[in-house]
């Protein structure tokens, strides 16, 4: 080692030296004495690789004290960090799907602070489960006589397969062995349930004769999972829920639905497009009805099944229950929701998956018109700055032919090349609230739908 390299290690001071400077009292204060340490450690290693690779200190050992201070916050940052949404897809699975309601993040967060009912009976009105309070709510939402509430809609399908057909035979329309992402796949649902999946008609047409066909003394269940993902279209033909049903009764077997996400009001009368409403299946008389809480519902991840007292309470008892029943702050989100929809005019305002889906285009086009100047500005020089039209997604296993009509800002590289554009979504990744959006035919877009705080978008992409 040379005399230069070694007068550059003896330039790394030591880490008494360094806590003992005056400008680290403040970190000292906010992150405390073993964090900054730690940290001065790491910084003293990372200066000490430089020295070895490159024989200088790196620029930042003039200030130690803004070193640790990057070094801890890069570090202290959450897993779970809050991002601008400007995907395009208002239910993004991957960035956790619905916004909660005011009134339920209030909910939860009285839950957090507070010794709560739970499975506690104040008054003798039997609250002594913790699924009834929410079993009321839904059951005077949807006509159902009882529900049940676990983790996921995955976890629910799971359950009442296992609790409802478990050592038989479930029969499903060739059409409908939906796979929904992750390792959700109907066929494995079933094995690991104990089912034996019974495959009937063909992948584009199902007859009522299929399913009769198919029924035995092994049968336990006949069950529809709504296409929630994809669409058949062309020469096809399908069994409603009421035509099933009608052949359930007569041979003796229930009947089910995997609604996935369904929605608890008519979404048409928003201009959007219609889904599946878990009451209708329940007028129709289906026995058990499946579906998510955090997808159009717009409430926390949970799974929700509801139907009949003699099956919910065979669900209820099952042991697989216990394993999957959701916990208290699940459970005040979706009763704060839920609660909602008990005065559905108000329901475009407070329910923000609601308000992000109804929303005109005309409202992204007034946000795009008032942020380009100031992008146009910062990033005219490398981008072509502009508002274009385009289709926002509702996600979530909703249908992707069905879209909703926004506007985007779009930034397209000057010089032509998909790396400038990677460098910019990039850099937007890194910002302290990281800006997602998409690219696509060579541009970067952020559709605006899902924007509700200009200005900090703003103050983000001008930093
Ligand atoms: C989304 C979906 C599921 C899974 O629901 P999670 O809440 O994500 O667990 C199951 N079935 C269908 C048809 C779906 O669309």
Same mark, same amino acid.
């Not at 989100?333 to 008990?342: D, F, S």
């Not at 035919?441 to 899902?450: F, H, I, Q, S, Y």
């Given at each position: 080692?040379?005399?230069?390299?070694?007068?550059?290690?003896?330039?790394?001071?030591?880490?008494?030296?360094?806590?003992?400077?005056?400008?680290?009292?403040?970190?000292?204060? @906010?992150?405390?004495?073993?964090?900054?340490?730690?940290?001065?450690?790491?910084?003293?290693?990372?200066?000490?690789?430089?020295?070895?690779?490159?024989?200088?200190?790196?620029?930042?050992?003039?200030?130690?004290?803004?070193?640790?201070?990057?070094?801890?916050?890069?570090?202290?940052?959450?897993?779970?960090?809050?991002?601008?949404?400007?995907?395009?897809?208002?239910?993004?699975?991957?960035?956790?799907?619905?916004?909660?309601?005011?009134?339920?993040?209030?909910?939860?967060?009285?839950?957090?602070?507070?010794?709560?009912?739970?499975?506690?009976?104040?008054?003798?009105?039997?609250?002594?489960?913790?699924?009834?309070?929410?079993?009321?709510?839904?059951?005077?939402?949807?006509?159902?006589?009882?529900?049940?509430?676990?983790?996921?809609?995955?976890?629910?399908?799971?359950?009442?397969?296992?609790?409802?057909?478990?050592?038989?035979?479930?029969?499903?329309?060739?059409?409908?062995?939906?796979?929904?992402?992750?390792?959700?796949?109907?066929?494995?649902?079933?094995?690991?349930?104990?089912?034996?999946?019974?495959?009937?008609?063909?992948?584009?047409?199902?007859?009522?004769?299929?399913?009769?066909?198919?029924?035995?003394?092994?049968?336990?269940?006949? +069950?529809?999972?709504?296409?929630?993902?994809?669409?058949? @279209?062309?020469?096809?033909?399908?069994?409603?829920? @009421?035509?099933?049903?009608?052949?359930?009764?007569?041979?003796?077997?229930?009947?089910?639905?995997?609604?996935?996400?369904?929605?608890?009001?008519?979404?048409?009368?928003?201009?959007?497009?219609?889904?599946?409403?878990?009451?209708?299946?329940?007028?129709?008389?289906?026995?058990?009805?499946?579906?998510?809480?955090?997808?159009?519902?717009?409430?926390?991840?949970?799974?929700?099944?509801?139907?009949?007292?003699?099956?919910?309470?065979?669900?209820?008892?099952?042991?697989?229950?216990?394993?999957?029943?959701?916990?208290?702050?699940?459970?005040?989100?979706?009763?704060?929701?839920?609660?909602?929809?008990?005065?559905?005019?108000?329901?475009?305002?407070?329910?923000?998956?609601?308000?992000?889906?109804?929303?005109?285009?005309?409202? +992204?086009?007034?946000?795009?018109?008032?942020?380009?100047?100031?992008?146009?500005?910062?990033?005219?020089?490398?981008?072509?700055?502009?508002? @274009?039209?385009?289709?926002?997604?509702?996600?979530?296993?909703?249908?992707?032919?069905?879209?909703?009509?926004?506007?985007?800002?779009?930034?397209?590289?000057?010089?032509?090349?998909?790396?400038?554009?990677?460098?910019?979504?990039?850099?937007?990744?890194?910002?302290?609230?990281?800006?997602?959006?998409?690219?696509?035919?060579?541009?970067?877009?952020?559709?605006?739908?899902?924007?509700?705080?200009?200005?900090?978008?703003?103050?983000?992409?001008?930093?």
């Amino acid at each position: 080692m040379n005399n230069q390299t070694q007068s550059l290690y003896s330039q790394i001071p030591a880490v008494d030296r360094l806590l003992n400077l005056p400008e680290m009292d403040g970190l000292l204060c @906010e992150y405390g004495q073993h964090l900054v340490a730690e940290s001065l450690r790491n910084l003293q290693q990372q200066a000490r690789q430089e020295i070895g690779q490159h024989n200088r200190l790196p620029a930042w050992c003039q200030d130690w004290a803004t070193a640790v201070k990057n070094d801890l916050s890069q570090r202290q940052r959450s897993g779970l960090q809050p991002v601008f949404n400007l995907s395009g897809t208002v239910l993004h699975t991957n960035l956790g799907r619905a916004l909660l309601a005011e009134a339920a993040i209030e909910q939860v967060a009285s839950v957090m602070r507070n010794a709560v009912t739970l499975e506690y009976d104040l008054d003798g009105a039997g609250r002594g489960h913790r699924d009834n309070v929410i079993s009321d709510l839904l059951c005077e939402l949807t006509g159902a006589e009882a529900a049940c509430i676990v983790n996921n809609n995955a976890a629910a399908v799971m359950l009442m397969l296992a609790a409802v057909a478990a050592g038989k035979e479930v029969v499903v329309s060739r059409g409908e062995l939906v796979e929904i992402g992750g390792a959700f796949r109907v066929p494995d649902v079933m094995r690991q349930a104990g089912c034996q999946l019974v495959e009937v008609g063909t992948t584009n047409r199902t007859h009522l004769a299929d399913y009769r066909d198919a029924v035995s003394e092994q049968t336990g269940l006949l +069950m529809k999972v709504h296409t929630s993902n994809y669409h058949i @279209e062309g020469f096809t033909a399908a069994v409603n829920e @009421e035509t099933l049903v009608t052949l359930g009764r007569e041979l003796g077997v229930p009947v089910a639905t995997d609604l996935g996400s369904g929605s608890l009001i008519d979404l048409q009368q928003y201009g959007l497009p219609a889904e599946p409403m878990p009451q209708n299946l329940i007028a129709s008389g289906v026995d058990l009805v499946t579906f998510s809480g955090d997808k159009l519902l717009g409430g926390p991840q949970a799974g929700i099944i509801l139907g009949s007292k003699y099956w919910i309470e065979k669900i209820q008892r099952h042991p697989l229950k216990r394993a999957l029943r959701a916990g208290k702050l699940t459970l005040a989100a979706l009763e704060a929701t839920l609660r909602l929809y008990q005065q559905p005019d108000r329901l475009a305002a407070s329910l923000p998956t609601l308000r992000l889906l109804s929303r005109d285009k005309s409202e +992204m086009q007034v946000m795009a018109s008032q942020l380009i100047t100031p992008l146009q500005q910062r990033y005219g020089e490398q981008f072509a700055v502009s508002i @274009e039209p385009c289709l926002s997604q509702i996600g979530s296993g909703s249908l992707p032919v069905d879209r909703l009509p926004s506007y985007a800002l779009t930034f397209a590289p000057m010089d032509g090349r998909g790396r400038t554009l990677e460098a910019l979504a990039e850099k937007w990744r890194g910002l302290a609230k990281p800006v997602i959006g998409r690219i696509q035919d060579g541009k970067l877009w952020l559709d605006l739908r899902c924007l509700e705080d200009q200005d900090a978008l703003l103050e983000g992409l001008l930093a």
